[in-house]
């Protein structure tokens, strides 16, 4: 980035100054930051099964002091390493308590006989039921930790306190945006699969037509086209400050997102299996750019007619769809409910392998064909970090929970928990209103950016600002969830949410 600040420039214009020409940060100070997330969950999970195994009739997911345990763990650590300060000290604490709170969660009842069945492996076969999708813990945690960072970060980066090698890249290099960019779709892939997949209907297990799909996806874009041109008609209207470089001249990222769901059930009608599409679609792309004269097109044209202007996000577009159906490929491996206990601990292999195979493409793309990774462009070599680092994540999830739940007594199935023991409170809230999450981060960082001259914050005010920003939504979801609750409530409450899950799966 050019050290030469400008003179006699307006706020708009200096902060697109600020963030232009970035460089990025390396992979290893990325992933260190990171790794915050999984020292929170693990450090959330070990406390709260170590409560619960204490006094498990006294126990309260839902209540004042678990919201407020949950800021310190997930909130507190996310803003101290995303900005750059105490990121050690951070992590040596998360370890440590973590360590504290899984010791004393005790070891599993004895089995006296090693030879007979697991009364869990028992338990869970016989629940089994073909087409049917449960919820998953680890996968409701992993979409709503990749959700804050991207919440977080959208303002963050607008403050001094953030770090401006954090920030999204001119054109090649990595940082935690883009790769909280990336994350964003590839999450969404994750679950996105779900609509495709057989569901049990009357006894018989069914599949949506690619008439159906193709109807479902034009309503799910609809709302997400409404706002990426709503978004257009303010930040001009407003003159709202904006980097060109990043989608484009009118495109933003509601565009990308909205565009998604209609070309994925068209990727599906050309080859069932997403891996060979999305990877095939991928190294089509990247051999165009690189051994084309459209990728100097792509990096050094003029502006001249509407595709020139968008060229960023037009074609970034690519790159998303075949990180989307890479998503959508590992959502349909562990989204199912598997049909034995076995397969569903095998499942671990199997996302270590999705892991094993984009951490080996980004090495052949970046360090033999000397591609560097691009978010503005969505290349081979962003995409496969993309899709090494989110696979990854998921494994560590799942051995998380694999790991503490193994220690509970076989009766206590899934259904028999108490509320606020798989998922965290927050992460609940954002889970379940993913995209609400998303656009009102985009409207408060609007509307502070309008009335708050960001810059001029000192660090105090700063932290302050992002603490409100980040606890807001969730203390006015928690209200609106924690009600009167009559008594004899826990006991039928597991039996009403089956009885919930059945008719979802009739519908």
């Given at each position: 980035?050019?050290?030469?600040?400008?003179?006699?420039?307006?706020?708009?214009?200096?902060?697109?100054?600020?963030?232009?020409?970035?460089?990025?940060?390396?992979?290893?100070?990325?992933?260190?930051?990171?790794?915050?997330?999984?020292l929170s969950y693990w450090c959330w999970k070990c406390k709260t099964a170590a409560d619960y195994h204490r006094s498990p009739k006294d126990f309260?997911?839902?209540?004042?002091?678990?919201?407020?345990?949950?800021?310190?763990?997930?909130?507190?650590?996310?803003?101290?390493?995303?900005t750059g300060r105490f990121l050690y000290p951070t992590l040596v604490a998360l370890a440590a308590t973590s360590l504290y709170y899984r010791w004393k969660i005790p070891d599993a009842p004895y089995r006296h006989d090693k030879w007979a069945p697991d009364p869990r492996a028992v338990a869970y076969d016989?629940?089994?039921?073909?087409?049917?999708?449960?919820?998953?813990?680890y996968l409701s945690i992993y979409r709503a930790e990749m959700m804050l960072l991207t919440c977080f970060c959208i303002l963050a980066v607008d403050f001094n306190v953030f770090p401006l090698r954090f920030a999204k890249v001119e054109t090649f290099g990595t940082s935690i945006m883009d790769l909280g960019v990336g994350s964003f779709v590839f999450s969404a892939g994750v679950v996105g699969i779900k609509p495709f997949l057989p569901r049990r209907v009357k006894e018989k297990l069914v599949t949506a037509t690619l008439g159906h799909q193709l109807k479902a996806g034009v309503w799910t874009a609809l709302p997400l086209l409404v706002l990426g041109a709503s978004r257009l008609l303010l930040t001009e209207s407003v003159d709202y400050q904006k980097h060109v470089s990043e989608y484009g001249t009118h495109w933003n990222f509601f565009?990308?997102?909205?565009?998604?769901?209609?070309?994925?059930?068209?990727?599906?009608?050309?080859?069932?299996?997403?891996?060979?599409?999305?990877?095939?679609?991928?190294?089509?792309y990247q051999c165009l750019y690189s051994l084309t004269p459209f990728g100097t097109w792509l990096e050094n044209a003029e502006r001249s007619d509407l595709l020139s202007a968008n060229r960023e996000g037009v074609f970034s577009f690519i790159g998303y769809l075949s990180m989307?159906?890479?998503?959508?490929?590992?959502?349909?491996?562990?989204?199912?409910?598997?049909?034995?206990?076995?397969a569903r601990r095998m499942r671990l292999v199997t996302v270590l392998g999705v892991w094993t195979t984009a951490a080996i493409s980004?090495?052949?793309?970046?360090?033999?064909?000397?591609?560097?990774?691009?978010?503005?462009?969505?290349?081979?070599?962003?995409?496969?970090?993309?899709?090494?680092?989110?696979?990854?994540?998921?494994?560590?999830?799942?051995?998380?929970?694999?790991?503490?739940?193994?220690?509970?007594?076989?009766?206590?199935?899934?259904?028999?928990?108490?509320v606020?023991?798989?998922?965290?409170?927050?992460?609940?809230?954002?889970?379940?209103?993913s995209l609400t999450t998303f656009l009102v981060a985009n409207l408060l960082t609007g509307a502070t950016n309008m009335f708050t001259e960001t810059l001029l914050c000192d660090t105090a005010k700063a932290y302050t600002i992002l603490a409100a920003y980040e606890t807001m939504p969730k203390v006015k979801t928690l209200s609106k969830r924690k009600q009167q609750r009559p008594e004899g409530w826990d006991e039928i409450e597991p039996t009403l949410n089956e009885f919930e899950q059945k008719m979802r799966d009739g519908e």
């Open positions: 980035m050019d050290q030469t600040v400008p003179t006699d420039v307006t706020s708009k214009e200096y902060k697109e100054w600020r963030v232009s020409n970035l460089e990025g940060s390396s992979l290893t100070e990325i992933h260190m930051v990171l790794s915050t997330v999984l309260n997911g839902r209540s004042w002091s678990r919201f407020v345990f949950e800021c310190v763990v997930f909130l507190a650590p996310m803003s101290l390493a995303l016989q629940s089994y039921v073909e087409g049917r999708i449960t919820p998953k813990p565009f990308t997102l909205g565009f998604l769901p209609v070309f994925v059930p068209i990727g599906l009608c050309l080859y069932s299996d997403l891996r060979v599409t999305s990877t095939a679609l991928l190294v089509l989307f159906l890479m998503g959508m490929s590992l959502g349909k491996e562990i989204l199912p409910d598997a049909p034995t206990f076995k980004l090495f052949l793309a970046d360090f033999v064909c000397m591609v560097e990774p691009s978010r503005r462009f969505a290349n081979a070599p962003y995409c496969f970090w993309v899709a090494g680092f989110n696979s990854f994540m998921l494994w560590m999830f799942m051995m998380i929970e694999e790991d503490i739940d193994s220690k509970l007594p076989p009766h206590l199935s899934r259904s028999g928990r108490p606020g023991y798989d998922v965290p409170l927050i992460l609940e809230a954002v889970n379940m209103n």
